[in-house]
């Protein structure tokens, strides 16, 4: 069964950085891309970043010069630096992992999320 775990949300003050990591586990062979997603209330889950397994990224334009993806391919993990918070960053924020695939399912990628992680930016 393939897990997503999330961590390095809080709160943190207007102008603050954290740091995001969420790591897959479950005899997993191959992922596809990672990525994060976030929702604030009333308001629709919604891209923040992308990464692909050769390292292309995809930004939220509201993010683009303040976020910064990155990726662990030997460990199945994605960051995500957040620099310059502001506090309509505020949201729950979803790991996804697309197209893995396991020892158990070689051929056909699926896609899963983590539970999410509260990031929560004061003015």
């Known amino acids: 069964q393939v897990q997503l775990v999330e961590s390095g949300g809080g709160l943190v003050q207007a102008g603050g950085s954290l740091r995001l990591s969420c790591a897959a586990s479950?005899?997993?062979?191959?992922?596809?891309?990672m990525g994060w997603y976030r929702q604030a209330p009333g308001n629709q889950r919604e891209l923040v970043a992308s990464i692909t397994s050769g390292g292309s990224t995809n930004y939220a334009d509201s993010v683009k010069g303040r976020f910064t993806i990155s990726r662990d391919n030997a460990k199945n993990t994605v960051y995500l630096q957040m620099n310059n918070l502001k506090p309509e960053d505020t949201a729950v924020y979803h790991c996804?992992?697309?197209?893995?695939?396991?020892?158990?399912?070689?051929?056909?990628?699926?896609?899963?999320w983590g539970q999410g992680t509260q990031v929560t930016v004061s003015s």
């Open positions: 479950g005899l997993i062979t191959t992922i596809n891309a």
């Open positions: 996804n992992a697309n197209g893995v695939k396991t020892h158990y399912t070689p051929f056909r990628g699926r896609d899963y």
